[in-house]
């Protein structure tokens, strides 16, 4: 989910600040008449976003738009550091929005972006919240208006392609017991699902989907070939499939046999070398 700001109008600023967090907390759960951005330079928050889930850790940018509610679902991190900017709406500000939205003058931004290869980003929130402090509304909301176009440039730039490709790879590959949806992994990390899909297409030559599948039957092979002892119901549950029957079929689909011939042809394997 996106959410559309107009660029080429002045903004005042509400708050511009840091908030350290020693004793975990929720994040407030609130609908504001004004927009936040807030990065986290330290810990991490869980909130829903208009009902999408964020997860903001480190070097994260999130994003909550005015007049649509925020919820914090789990406590933060301990010690948790977060710059944040409260700031003014603007005339057809929108929150979804779609392609058609977007034009001169307005920019489409998710509600979360992984921005750890930007430094500029937290460098223009220290200039707002250091401009906003001395009383220099002009020169904050200037600012303001250099992080949205930085944030614009960070969702769907080139160079965060392979950025893009690397966290959804390092994302599945951690977890082989998780079913993500390409909603989930799109929201986790920042951008629209068509772009998550499109650039992991691109760059695995295969969907999102199936790259799942893939590693969960590599994990199986390991399992039905080093674990013996392991049933076949213990290594489906462990991978995250609905059941014994879901894991037989897609690993016979995929390997043309069942998890059961498997160990026993990789069993017979073994006894003929030893």
Not at 112 to 119: A, G, I, K, M, N
Not at 156 to 176: F, N, V
Request: a neutral charge; charged letters at 25%; aromatic letters at 10%.
């Amino acid at each position: 989910m996106n959410s559309l700001f107009r660029t080429d109008v002045y903004r005042g600023i509400h708050i511009a600040n840091q908030n350290r967090f020693p004793t975990p907390i929720k994040h407030p759960s609130r609908t504001l008449s004004e927009h936040i951005i807030s990065y986290v330079c330290r810990g991490g928050w869980v909130l829903t976003v208009n009902g999408e889930r964020i997860c903001a850790t480190a070097d994260c940018i999130f994003i909550q738009p005015a007049n649509v509610p925020h919820i914090g679902l789990e406590k933060c991190v301990p010690d948790t550091h977060t710059l944040f900017v409260h700031f003014d709406t603007a005339p057809e500000d929108r929150t979804p929005c779609t392609e058609d939205d977007v034009r001169e003058g307005f920019l489409s931004l998710p509600h979360l972006l992984h921005v750890q290869s930007r430094p500029e980003v937290k460098k223009l929130l220290l200039q707002i919240i250091e401009e906003h402090t001395k009383g220099n509304a002009v020169k904050a909301s200037a600012y303001l208006n250099i992080l949205l176009a930085e944030l614009s440039e960070c969702s769907e730039s080139d160079g965060s392609r392979e950025s893009l490709y690397r966290g959804i790879k390092q994302m599945i590959d951690a977890a082989p017991d998780k079913n993500f949806s390409n909603l989930e992994i799109a929201s986790r990390l920042g951008v629209s699902v068509r772009y998550a899909e499109t650039v992991f297409k691109e760059q695995a030559k295969t969907t999102i989907h199936r790259y799942q599948l893939s590693c969960k039957l590599q994990k199986a092979r390991f399992f039905l070939e080093y674990y013996p002892s392991m049933t076949i119901v213990e290594i489906a549950l462990s991978l995250g499939f609905y059941d014994e029957y879901h894991f037989s079929r897609c690993f016979k689909k995929e390997l043309g046999l069942s998890p059961t011939a498997y160990r026993n042809t990789h069993r017979k394997t073994i006894d003929r070398v030893l």
